[in-house]
C-alpha cells in the first residue's frame, strides 16, 4: 500500500471508524497503517461527543517521523484531529508501576556528556528511591509522554538514580523540552562551525 491508498481508506472509513470503541478503531487503523510500515503504530482516543484523536507513532525510529508527518495533514477529516508522532502532554501526571506511585512533576535530571562522543544527547532521570526500578523500565515511557515522540528521539543515552537529598544542581523536569532545544541548537551551531 502506498501513502495515497491510505488515504483514501481512511476517508472512506472515517465516520465508521468514529463510531467504534477506540481499541477497535485503533486496531482497523493500524492494520491498514503497517502495509505502509510494519513499525508504525495507531492510537485513537476515546473521546466521546467531540473530535477523536488519532495520534500515529514510529516508536521512536526517526527515519520513519517525515513519513508520519506528510501523511497525517493529508488525513484531514472532520471530527477527528490527527497528530503525526505522539505530541508532547506534559509531566501533570501520576504513574502507577506495580504499586510504586511516582508523580513525574518530582522528577528532576542532569545532561550526560561523554568525552569520546561529544554532542550526544544523554540524560541522568533521578527520582525517590522506591521508585527507581519502576522508573528504569519506563524511563522512556514517561519521557516521550512528557516531551512528546520527537523530541525524545533525541536523547542517546538514558540513565535512572535515585534523587539525591540536595537537589540545588538538577533541572527539574519541567525544563526538559528547553534544555532538549537548547542542546539542538547549539550541537547544530557547532557542526557548522
Not at 528511591?129 to 533525541?154: D, H, M, N, R
Request: charged share 25%; proline share 7%; aromatic share 8%.
Amino acid at each position: 500500500m502506498d501513502t495515497n491508498a491510505f488515504v483514501e481508506w481512511f476517508r472512506a472509513n472515517s465516520e465508521a471508524l468514529r463510531a467504534r470503541d477506540p481499541e477497535v478503531a485503533g486496531q482497523e487503523v493500524m492494520v491498514e497503517l503497517q502495509k505502509l510500515d510494519e513499525r508504525l503504530v495507531a492510537e485513537v482516543s476515546d473521546e466521546v461527543g467531540g473530535p477523536r484523536e488519532l495520534v500515529f507513532s514510529a516508536q521512536g525510529d526517526s527515519e520513519l517521523f517525515e513519513l508520519l508527518e506528510d501523511l497525517a495533514p493529508r488525513l484531514a477529516t472532520e471530527g477527528w484531529t490527527i497528530h503525526p508522532l505522539r505530541p508532547p502532554r506534559g509531566f501533570e501526571f501520576k504513574l502507577d508501576a506495580d504499586g510504586t506511585v511516582l508523580d513525574a512533576r518530582t522528577l528532576y535530571f542532569e545532561p550526560l556528556e561523554s568525552p569520546s562522543m561529544p554532542g550526544i544527547l544523554g540524560l541522568r532521570l533521578f527520582v525517590d528511591e522506591p521508585a527507581v526500578p519502576a522508573l528504569s523500565e519506563l524511563a522512556w515511557w514517561v519521557l516521550e509522554t512528557g516531551i512528546g515522540e520527537k523530541a525524545c528521539a533525541l536523547i542517546e543515552h538514558l540513565e535512572v538514580a535515585a534523587l539525591p537529598e540536595d537537589t540545588g544542581d538538577l533541572m527539574p523536569i519541567r525544563a526538559l523540552a528547553n534544555f532538549i532545544d537548547w542542546h539542538t541548537h547549539r550541537r547544530q551551531s557547532v557542526a557548522r562551525s
